[in-house]
């Protein structure tokens, strides 16, 4: 399946596998955890080393299920802008309307939220980097030293932080928004065949996992 | 000759290496400042004088090339790096988006707080950058964010100059000030530099502003150091320098125009008074 979508996307085998990358060592570990730690019968024994069969399909299910996890999450950021993440979000949840939840004003916060992380990183390099010309120390120290060292980066960063969503509710009321009753989108978002040919195989795949549940090699 | 503050040698930076998006920014630099010279830096958006300037306190590490600060490399040591913060203050642009402490006093003491001085030493210095900044010292006690967006600009460049560095690098200190305030801040720039005797470096997009009151000016584009003299000898590149976007003073542009009218004024004239000159000058020889 994971395969399957990789090929369909445009996202090349390349960046995926340079994404695992960072996590190799967690791979690793678990894969030979797994492997040493399980108890059944013995194939290869070695010093204190002892090597099952169930170990080793146990490594394989637990090493195939991170690489799955981490890849299907990777396919979904590198395949869907945040903007038709939120607005794909806030389709499927729309039914919670009736029950008076604010769905609309919650997607809108969290598009917004997520378009001024790399805003705030920039500001936070800005604001350190000016401490950091008046001599601050912000790596040296013990930990009381070194959270006392945050304060001078992090009063700053909130005050431009709070500004700007004073900011930002000001334009956004000066060009007459007011949430989301009757308001039309620039991108309608609809159901393509190829959409539910997805949902059908990830249904599809749901229900032989849990067919297969119970049967081990 | 004494041996120069501030010296680059082949500095270059590039920023990103070894990715797609890597870009060079500053590119094989020799540059020197003398102690107690006022230059400017000027060049447009992306000619990397802000990544050149960073150079200088060592915020940024150079990908090849030196910086020396009194004839040593400033990169020698970690400790020696932070001491040499101290001795060149840097003041970056919008710089009162760095104040934090409740009152003014204190955020101007943290610079020198931070240099391990004495509090009487501290004290001292904090009236003396208030000073140099025209802050009067009933401010002392009330919180920087109930200044107005001069005020703060004066406290921030007033945090630095308490550590009296003996370069002051300023990065457009006067961007987005009125005319009133902008004048207030380039005249308490002068008046450190007059009194302390130290290296000013101002980076600018002002060429009114450059041209007032540095005495030497390089001239920044795609990386490397394009011009390098006085007012007088780079505005006469009138032409170049607006070929690379850049502006010139008024009275430069003036000058310009006349001579490609056929006027003889002279090359070097940059200030309105030194135009009104010259054309008096022209005018008493047409008349003899």
């Given at each position: 399946m994971a395969v399957l979508f990789i090929a369909v996307s445009t996202v090349s085998v390349k960046t995926i596998l340079s994404g695992l990358k960072p996590l190799i060592i967690i791979i690793v570990l678990t894969g030979l955890l797994n492997m040493f730690y399980t108890s059944g019968t013995v194939l290869v024994e070695f010093w204190i080393i002892k090597i099952t069969r169930e170990g080793i399909i146990n490594a394989a299910y637990m090493v195939s299920r991170i690489i799955m996890l981490i890849t299907a999450t990777f396919m979904l950021t590198y395949t869907t802008s945040p903007l038709s993440l939120t607005d794909g979000l806030e389709r499927l949840l729309s039914f919670l309307k009736r029950f008076k939840v604010p769905i609309h004003e919650l997607s809108m916060m969290m598009s917004i939220a997520l378009r001024f992380i790399p805003t705030l990183i920039e500001e936070t390099g800005k604001i350190m980097n000016a401490q950091n010309a008046r001599g601050?120390?912000?790596?040296?120290?013990g930990l009381v030293k070194k959270a006392k060292a945050m304060i001078p980066l992090l009063v700053p960063l909130f005050i431009s932080a709070f500004k700007r969503a004073d900011e930002l509710a000001v334009a956004m009321e000066s060009r007459c928004y007011h949430g989301g009753e009757g308001r039309t989108r620039m991108r309608v978002l609809r159901m393509r065949a190829a959409d539910w040919v997805v949902i059908a195989l990830s249904i599809m795949l749901c229900v032989a996992s849990w067919l297969l549940r119970g049967v081990t090699l | 000759m004494s041996v120069p503050i501030l010296k680059t040698e082949g500095l270059t930076h590039v920023y990103?290496?070894?990715?797609?998006?890597?870009?060079?920014?500053?590119?094989n630099v020799d540059f020197q400042a003398e102690r107690g010279e006022y230059l400017a830096v000027i060049g447009h958006t992306g000619s990397g004088k802000s990544t050149f300037i960073q150079h200088l306190n060592g915020l940024i590490r150079p990908t090849s090339g030196r910086v020396l600060f009194d004839g040593e490399?400033?990169?020698?040591?970690k400790e020696k790096l932070r001491n040499i913060r101290f001795k060149v203050g840097m003041v970056f642009q919008y710089?009162?988006?760095q104040l934090f402490e409740e009152t003014v006093y204190k955020d101007i003491a943290y610079g020198p707080g931070n240099m391990k001085l004495s509090k009487s030493e501290i004290d001292e210095r904090v009236r003396e950058a208030a000073a140099f900044t025209g802050?009067?010292?009933?401010?002392?006690?009330?919180?920087?964010?109930?200044?107005s967006g001069g005020q703060k600009r004066r406290v921030a460049i007033a945090g630095i100059m308490a550590m009296r560095p003996e370069v002051l690098i300023l990065d457009?200190?006067?961007?987005?000030?009125?005319p009133v305030g902008r004048e207030d801040i380039l005249a308490n720039i002068r008046k450190y530099h007059d009194s302390m005797g130290s290296t000013i470096i101002m980076v600018s997009h002002s060429m009114e502003e450059v041209a007032k009151n540095a005495q030497r000016l390089v001239v920044m584009s795609g990386g490397h150091i394009v011009m390098d003299g006085s007012p007088a000898q780079v505005f006469e590149h009138g032409r170049e320098l607006t070929e690379m976007g850049l502006d010139i003073p008024i009275a430069a542009q003036i000058a310009m125009k006349l001579r490609d009218m056929g006027l003889s004024v002279d090359k070097s004239v940059f200030t309105v008074k030194q135009l009104a000159d010259s054309l008096v000058r022209m005018g008493r020889k047409d008349c003899d």
């Open positions: 601050a120390d912000f790596d040296t120290g | 990103s290496q070894g990715t797609p998006f890597e870009t060079t920014a500053v590119e490399d400033i990169s020698k040591s710089p009162e988006y802050l009067s010292e009933d401010l002392f006690e009330k919180s920087p964010f109930e200044l457009e200190p006067t961007a987005g000030l009125d």
